[in-house]
């Protein structure tokens, strides 16, 4: 006679045996990775203005002093595949800088941004090199988009830059107040430090001390070998902004002439160097030859590629 309880363990021995045998089968399976986002970009550099007879020794560190050059403003333009649509830094427009610097050919970066093909509002995401106001100044024209800075660059601008003169230099109030509302709206988001890719194809690296935590961005770029899935030969661009001012910084080593640590900024052009696929993908903060450079496309617009 067989008891109870060993009568119901054979009435659910079928299950049992076909669960184990379930659980058996999925670990001899080989596994199929997760999908990961293969999101590739078209990279574009913007121009908005021209600032005119500017000094090089304030952009190259040693540069002699008299010599001058038309800078561009700008802001690069990254179109997913992913369908988002990210400004790396957003310009200026307020018209006290236009009074103090009188740009040439300017129009707002919202209207430059449009002649590239996106509305204002269709911008996604903006992620801010730095502080100062002719990279930040344009945040509210892009009123939809979300809006990535270093946690600690942040930080000390909303705080102690303030405390004493001579600490928040080229950082505008009203700029950080368009930071503090973005934040209240709940627009606003850091990124944490050093070597962070925050959307799918695009990551953040830090280390250039143009500022208290400037960071510069490297994208992947969408018509290369990524796009058939070959992540490992994506073609890989570095937009330096600031870190970076023009291409005579990495051409004779030469540190940005604004900078908190110079040592650190030259490891950062080593790094940069060593992040692009091509040395052609590295672009500089606000180097002219980037608009002879690169492809037209529109009146103050190229493509990087």
């Excluded at 403003?73 to 957003?90: E, F, H, I, P, Y």
């Excluded at 103090?100 to 509002?121: I, L, M, S």
Aim: hydrophobic fraction near 45%; charged fraction near 25%; charge should be neutral.
């Amino acid at each position: 006679m067989i008891p109870a309880f060993a009568e119901a363990s054979v009435g659910k021995r079928p299950v049992l045996l076909a669960a184990l045998a379930y659980l058996l089968l999925g670990a001899a399976a080989p596994q199929t990775p997760p999908a990961t986002d293969r999101a590739g970009y078209e990279a574009y550099a913007v121009r908005f203005g021209i600032l005119p007879a500017f000094s090089v020794a304030g952009l190259v560190s040693g540069a002699e002093r008299g010599r001058t050059l038309d800078i561009p403003v700008m802001v690069w333009l990254l179109k997913g595949s992913n369908g988002r649509q990210v400004l790396v830094d957003s310009g200026f427009h307020r018209q006290k800088f236009l009074d103090q610097w009188k740009p040439r050919d300017f129009r707002t970066p919202a209207a430059a941004v449009e002649a590239a093909g996106v509305k204002p509002e269709a911008v996604t995401d903006i992620i801010i090199s730095h502080a100062h106001w002719d990279h930040v100044g344009g945040v509210d024209l892009f009123p939809k988009a979300t809006i990535w800075i270093q946690r600690e660059e942040y930080r000390y601008y909303t705080g102690e830059a303030w405390f004493a003169r001579g600490t928040h230099g080229g950082v505008d109030a009203e700029d950080v107040q368009a930071l503090l509302k973005a934040n209240t709206e709940g627009r606003l988001r850091f990124v944490e430090g050093d070597d962070q890719e925050i959307i799918p194809g695009i990551r953040c690296y830090t280390g250039g001390r143009h500022t208290f935590a400037s960071q510069y961005v490297t994208a992947r770029l969408r018509d290369s070998a990524a796009s058939a899935g070959d992540a490992a030969a994506a073609a890989t661009v570095v937009l330096t902004s600031d870190n970076v001012y023009l291409y005579e910084n990495l051409e004779t080593r030469a540190a940005i002439a604004q900078t908190l640590d110079a040592a650190s900024n030259l490891k950062a052009q080593d790094r940069i160097r060593a992040l692009a696929s091509n040395p052609r993908l590295i672009v500089p903060g606000h180097d002219p030859l980037v608009f002879e450079r690169f492809e037209r496309v529109a009146d103050g617009v190229v493509r990087i590629k």
